[in-house]
């Protein structure tokens, strides 16, 4: 049996007499007309788009500086431009300082010249060591040395001229390995009087190398060709597209062999010693300097402070040394901006201009 489900319909009060009552055949009252509005009024605003003047919904002054906060920042000013000229001053007075690079000489100086990193420009270490060479008061040279060699003609090249100014300017000129003293930068070091060298340091490597970079598979795989016209067999030898040739291979070795000879050489006239001992050591292999020493490579062990007031007193000056150094130029920035861009930043195409390269140098 199914039983329908009656809702009830709410019952609503009866609507007081008087109220307005629409039917539906009554249209609603048409809206107000829009204000007129023309070019030179201003456009009508949302409600409320303009708050109560000093209502809650008023926007915040900006509040005004104060004298101080002004004084603040002259007086935050006025301290780094003081800051700022307190260090130029201080690193112009280190700068005239003997120990960081004086250039004045007294009548009892101790000239240093740094030699560091890979030497591949002798020119500039030349006119250094003639330049104190010429100095009559500068009473000897001390050479501080830390570096595993470099190109074999600059390494003979500085070389010659530490033999120059020693017989020429009859001034001592001594080394004093630091950390490395190796290979190009030994052969400068046997030119000197007496080397000086401390127990843990590394120095020798007696040898000569020559390398190139030989990209040949790599233009290959680029499916790029190197075309080259010569005339002489050996004119193209080293070509770094292609492997040498059995006679290359031998005319290069003869090369390296010439060099290696003329180093043994000059070190065993430096060091005042035959060219069959020094053929024994030059292994092209390092010792530190304890192990140097009694293989006659090195004359003392001891660091640089030990080398200066040892040369001061062979030279006759007593107590402190004054010590000179080479003026270094001054790089600004504006130097940095105006040098040349490839310094900055390498031409990429340079890598594949490598020529073969000879050199005295430890790796």
């Not at 280190?94 to 000239?111: C, E, L, N, P, V």
Request: charged residues 20%.
């Amino acid at each position: 049996m199914l039983v329908a489900k009656i809702r009830r319909m709410p019952v609503y009060p009866p609507i007081p007499s008087g109220w307005y009552t629409p039917t539906m055949s009554e249209p609603f009252p048409p809206p107000p007309p829009p204000a007129p509005y023309s070019s030179s009024t201003e456009a009508p605003r949302a409600p409320y788009a303009q708050p109560y003047a000093g209502g809650p919904y008023s926007s915040p002054q900006k509040p005004r500086r104060s004298g101080w906060f002004w004084a603040s920042i002259f007086v935050g000013i006025v301290v780094v431009g003081v800051l700022g000229f307190t260090a130029l001053v201080v690193e112009l007075v280190k700068s005239s300082d003997s120990d960081t690079g004086s250039s004045f000489t007294s009548s009892s100086s101790i000239a240093v010249v740094d030699i560091t990193g890979v030497i591949l420009d002798a020119d500039k270490i030349d006119k250094e060591i003639r330049k104190f060479g010429d100095d009559s008061n500068v009473k000897a040279i001390i050479l501080h040395i830390d570096s595993p060699g470099g190109g074999a003609a600059a390494s003979q090249e500085i070389y010659h001229e530490v033999i120059s100014v020693r017989q020429e300017k009859k001034k001592p000129i001594v080394a004093s390995v630091e950390s490395v003293g190796a290979s190009g930068a030994y052969y400068i070091a046997s030119g000197c009087d007496k080397i000086y060298a401390n127990p843990a340091s590394v120095v020798g490597s007696i040898g000569v190398i020559m390398e190139w970079t030989n990209y040949g598979e790599l233009l290959r795989w680029a499916k790029m060709k190197n075309i080259t016209i010569h005339a002489g067999e050996l004119k193209d030898a080293g070509d770094p597209t292609r492997d040498l040739t059995p006679k290359e291979e031998a005319y290069f070795q003869s090369l390296v062999d010439n060099m290696y000879g003329q180093f043994v050489h000059d070190v065993a006239v430096g060091r005042h010693t035959s060219d069959d001992k020094i053929k024994e050591l030059a292994t092209g292999q390092v010792w530190t300097g304890q192990e140097a020493q009694p293989l006659g490579l090195i004359d003392a062990q001891g660091g640089f402070r030990i080398a200066l007031m040892d040369t001061a007193k062979s030279v006759g000056i007593k107590g402190e040394p004054h010590i000179v150094r080479p003026t270094k130029p001054k790089r600004g920035f504006f130097d940095a901006l105006t040098e040349d861009a490839d310094d900055l930043f390498p031409n990429p195409s340079k890598l594949l201009d490598h020529a073969p390269g000879f050199y005295f140098m430890w790796k």
